[in-house]
Nanobody
Framework: QMQLVESGGGLVQAGGSVRLSCVAS????????MGWFRQAPGKEREFVSA????????SYADSVKGRFTIYRDNAMDTVYLQMNSLKPEDTAVYYC????????????????????WGQGTQVTVSS
């Protein structure tokens, strides 16, 4: 089992920035692709961003492209999500998740590809 623990959420004003962190333990971090998802009240969980095991490829939802950046530090077993120019519609619980190395790159936007999930961290953007 892999444990994932997110941190860094909180209350921020529109236009502000937040960096989320997700620390992994229990399994070798470097053999997993990592993703961030979010879920707003009354909505389904949606894909935000993903990064492959070595950090050399990333993908983003259109809604966050150009504002969010995902990166990872395999030496620290941590994946990050830098969120800039935040908007009220970014308000959600943000989850990090791990997908096996064998996962298809094209399927990293699907929540069903991921086998380990964190408990989530709340990000609230005020207008």
């Amino acid at each position: 089992q892999m444990q994932l623990v997110e941190s860094g959420g909180g209350l921020v004003q529109a236009g502000g920035s937040v960096r989320l962190s997700c620390v992994a333990s229990g399994r070798p971090f470097r053999v997993y692709h990592m993703g961030w998802f979010r879920q707003a009240p009354g909505k389904e969980r949606e894909f935000v961003s993903a990064i492959i095991w070595n950090g050399e490829r990333t993908s983003y939802a259109d809604s966050v492209k150009g504002r969010f950046t995902i990166y990872r530090d395999n030496a620290m077993d941590t994946v990050y999500l830098q969120m800039n120019s935040l908007k009220p519609e970014d308000t959600a619980v943000y989850y990090c998740a791990a997908a096996p190395l064998s996962s298809d790159w094209l399927e990293l936007s699907l929540s069903t590809t991921y086998i380990y999930w964190g408990q989530g961290t709340q990000v609230t953007v005020s207008s």
